[in-house]
């Protein structure tokens, strides 16, 4: 269904923003009803004032036209947009959204999440490959225009790119031509090359733009931006070169040298352009040149391409099919009619299918869009909700005075259950502490043998030693305790020595019986040394300070850890082996690991020093040893 309101389109310029208000026409096509450009000056070209310079713009637009159209499709500056032509292999069509999006990652300059990017699909080549125009911009420049037709009281419909617009715009007006047509499209910042062949389009976008021209002779002249190029616009023109006499006025004299090193400049990227063209992407050579832009109209620009590439040069008329309403001045329109080719094609897309369809609308955009179309159902909603929920809150009032009599009911049968409470709260209290107390009693009773028992332990260890030494090397071996370390958790972990205690001269023994009955004492397997099962009544009993348990950090007022210095008669010469000493002090190792009052872990029970020899004969070696539970004091 066509659209019978009429509808903006604006063209963000570099240079300038155009404005154009559109109605469908009665045969269906577009018909202009009114037009404006405002130049945006220095101010347009930095990206700190761009913004601003719009706004403003835009709004004396509005008001010089006293327009009253509220929806508008914009088109994006063109240094704002990255553009590329791809071409992608015959695949299902399944796979072309795919392999487009990595092509986008591969080839669009900046991080996916920070552009909007869309592409159109333009035709296949003879070998079957898809010919894709891939375009993408930054998020925040198409959020930039969102605010700044939002804040004018537009709505935005749609955002375009420059190449696209152009596209669309000499589809409409020349589509009868069939033959290679390039289009020239000279812009303040940026310029845009089109080629049009049958139903195939390329474009490239060329960092070259008038501003260059202006700001060139500014510097020269000594002038400010905006006076230079109004002089740029009032008496420049591109000098032919070769001999002629050069102007009188001094500044028609700079600008004329200084346009045509810039038509230079470009004639370059357009030879090369045409180059690629008809080398990469199969192009004829082009047969004629239509010249766009706002640049594109100082005198000799269409002699100086004429001269260069040798093909005709006429201005592209982006009105030539488009109806114009009679109260449109056509003499001033046909001076600036080369200009509007982006407005055209930006107009166009409210009309029946167009050859390219980009939309580079951001997802935050579209969201405030929708909520804005969706604001007087939420108004209604509030409303609603308001109703409701001041009649749920009469409806708890009453609910609520019924339950504060309930309430006060139940207060008088809980107290007398609160004071039960609480006496039961004591003497659960009570009986707790009590609990404590026994276990800490019951702890410092099994703590009494404790350290009997290590004793025992380390001369069964010295026994079992020499008797395998005797076994071993067939001579008598003397092993024994010269020294006794302790050490509390918190004295290793400040390096200082603990409480040294006296080696004993004599240890009770113990019999494989007595092993078992130690083993039962504390609680251990008698074969691993480990801790047995616990009972279940046990279980249910709460941890005491008393009770024995295994700890690495432990209490500082535990005794953790033995340092022993053994001495032993040496055997290396009476046995004919060199190592024998050693062998002694290894097997007084293996026997503490094995031992079940000591850690097996061989960073925890360790030796602590190399054998050491004096002049009796002897020897002595260190050994650190861990408990596996630590000697509560």
Request: proline share 5%; glycine share 8%.
């Amino acid at each position: 269904m066509l659209n019978t309101k009429t509808f903006l389109a604006v063209d963000f310029g570099a240079g300038s923003l155009k404005l154009a208000e559109f109605e469908v026409g009665e045969t269906g096509g577009l018909r202009l009803k009114q037009y404006g450009i405002k130049s945006l000056g220095a101010e347009g070209a930095q990206e700190s004032s761009r913004e601003a310079a719009i706004l403003k713009a835009l709004q004396e637009l509005l008001a010089e036209k006293a327009i009253k159209a509220k929806d508008v499709n914009v088109c994006a500056p063109g240094f704002h947009v990255f553009s590329k032509f791809v071409k992608l292999p015959p695949v299902d069509a399944s796979k072309v959204t795919q392999i487009i999006q990595y092509e986008a990652q591969q080839n669009v300059p900046f991080p996916l999440e920070e552009v909007v990017w869309d592409y159109q699909i333009l035709g296949t080549t003879a070998g079957g490959e898809l010919e894709v125009l891939l375009v993408a911009i930054k998020a925040d420049i198409v959020e930039g225009l969102f605010r700044v037709t939002e804040t004018t009281g537009l709505r935005l419909q749609l955002t375009d790119v420059s190449p696209a617009a152009l596209c669309n715009a000499f589809r409409y007006n020349y589509g009868e031509l069939e033959d290679c047509t390039m289009l020239l499209d000279i812009g303040a910042k940026t310029s845009n090359l089109l080629f049009f062949e049958k139903g195939k389009v390329f474009s490239r976008s060329i960092n070259l733009g008038a501003n260059s021209i202006t700001q060139d002779f500014a510097n020269e002249s000594k002038l400010k931006f905006d006076a230079a190029e109004k002089l740029k616009i009032e008496e420049g023109f591109v000098s032919l070169g070769g001999a002629y006499e050069e102007p009188e006025n001094p500044h028609q004299a700079a600008i004329s040298k200084i346009a045509r090193q810039f038509m230079t400049r470009l004639h370059i990227q357009v030879n090369q352009t045409m180059q690629f063209y008809r080398g990469q992407q199969g192009g004829s050579a082009p047969q004629r040149l239509f010249l766009s832009g706002g640049a594109s109209v100082m005198p000799y620009t269409a002699q100086f391409f004429a001269e260069k590439l040798n093909v005709p040069v006429e201005y592209f008329n982006p009105l030539r099919n488009v109806q114009l309403d009679p109260a449109l001045n056509l003499e001033e329109l046909a001076r600036v009619a080369h200009s509007l080719g982006e407005v055209i094609g930006l107009g166009l897309r409210n009309l029946a299918h167009c050859p390219v369809e980009l939309n580079l609308m951001p997802e935050s955009t579209l969201r405030w869009q929708s909520f804005n179309q969706k604001k007087p159902y939420f108004i209604a909603t509030v409303f609603s909700l308001v109703a409701v929920i001041a009649a749920m809150g009469f409806l708890f009032e009453k609910l609520a005075g019924v339950k504060e009599q309930v309430l006060a009911t139940v207060k008088e049968d809980v107290g007398p259950e609160e004071i039960k409470e609480a006496a039961f709260k004591t003497a659960y209290g009570n009986l707790n502490k009590t609990t404590g107390e026994v276990y800490q009693v019951v702890g410092w009773l099994r703590d009494r043998y404790y350290w009997a028992d290590v004793l025992s332990d380390l001369r069964r260890v010295l026994i079992r030693v020499e008797q395998a030494t005797k076994s071993k090397l067939r001579t008598d071996a003397g092993v024994w305790v010269e020294q006794l370390i302790t050490a509390t958790p918190a004295a290793e972990g400040e390096g200082t020595p603990g409480q040294e205690a006296a080696a004993p001269s004599a240890v009770p023994g113990a019999d494989a019986a007595a092993r078992e009955a130690f083993a039962r004492r504390y609680g251990l397997d008698a074969r691993s040394g480990m801790p047995a099962p616990p009972q279940p009544a046990a279980e249910a009993l709460p941890a005491t300070p008393g009770s024995r348990r295994k700890s690495k950090t432990g209490d500082t007022n535990e005794i953790a850890t033995l340092t022993l210095t053994f001495r032993a008669v040496s055997l290396k010469d009476t046995s004919g082996q060199a190592d024998a000493d050693k062998g002694i002090a290894y097997a007084v190792l293996q026997e503490l690991q094995n031992s079940p009052l000591f850690d097996p872990d061989p960073a925890e029970t360790r030796t602590d020093s190399e054998v050491t020899y004096d002049e009796t004969g002897t020897f002595t070696f260190r050994i650190i040893a861990r408990l596996k539970y630590p000697l509560k004091l």
